[in-house]
């Protein structure tokens, strides 16, 4: 199919999709096996590219490396770069990935190098023939045990920012590509979180907004960068931030999704002071998630259902919180990450622990004329109706 053609099927079958969703909301989930070679899938992060179609990051602990893999319309399988899944296997590599794609739609990843005498955040990017590092080196950060929790931004101009944790320092830092070398400089003391991510976006002036968990003091905190300096802002909720994503909406408020008191939680800061809401109860223990955005600025959360072990997804629908349960198949969800594509149906990766599988998941509205197009698009075994794990 030339790409003309793909893009008015699309569209075509986005627009059926978009309309029987405004006429059934629940919705209905696509999941399938991506990789199940040894133990891999954990560490994921999903970005989608301009045809909402999945690229997926994730460590494979067997062979000790990183991995990505997209879904090729051509093929319609799943497919790596260059003729292999396998982006980096020299030392132990792929914890925290973090993914982003460029204009072009090539991907940039950042991740932790754990092995010994290494402990080094690394950051590449496929060129379109190769994997490559910016500045001719992978590493971007070696001073220390460096490179925990990252979380990987391009700018406008395709250059990235990451945000990560300097474990030897106890500091939160901030990694920035300048079109020729990387600005690197320290955030805030934090102490090793280990327990909670940092999350990074960036607002229209490039500049970058972190949450993060403050070890130190225990709770959730924010950093906003000015141009000129950081400013540092607690959230008020007391033993929470483990596990946090955040987003800029259109209007650059900030959000963040986190778990605190047993809770899944959302906070909107509006520029003065937070608004908090309960999302859902998960028990005593948090568990990974995953915060996007829809186009009228409803937050969307995919996130592990640690008191059963599932994966769960809730979103705003402009007067409360929906929850569903996406996955319950044995001990899965962790290391969820969520995309939106442009009619709004979520798309997550994570972890099965239970097979130590990689997974994937779509949601769509129940109606069958959404099935019908998005199978005209040629998305066979992807987007099929039936459960999918081998």
Known sequence: MGKRAFVACLLAAGLLCALSASAEAALVWDIQTVDSGGSVGSYTSLALDSYGLPHISYRDSTNASLKYVHWDQESSSWAGLGGSWTVDSTGSVGYFSSLALD???????SYFDWATDYWDLKCVYWDGDSWEGLGGSWVVDSEGMVGYETSLALDSNGYPHISYNDATNDNLKCARWTGSSWDIGDVAGVGWALAGDTSLAL??????????????????????????????????????????????????????????????????WNGSSWQIDVVDTIGAIGGTMSLALDDRDYPHIAYHYYAEDDLRYAYWDGSSWTVETVDSEGNVGLYASLGLDSYGFPHISYLDSTNSSLMYAMGTPEPATCVLGLLSLGFVGLYVRRRKRS
């Open 203 to 268: 607002d229209s002036s490039g500049h970058e907004h972190i949450s993060y968990y403050d070890d130190a003091d225990g709770d959730l905190s924010y950093a906003e960068w000015t141009g000129s300096s950081w400013v540092i802002r607690d959230v008020p909720d007391w033993t929470a931030g483990g596990y946090n994503s955040l987003a800029l909406d259109s209007t650059g408020n900030v959000h963040i999704a986190y778990w605190g008191d047993g809770k899944v939680k959302h906070a909107v």
């Open 103 to 109: 204009s072009s739609g090539s991907p940039h990843i």
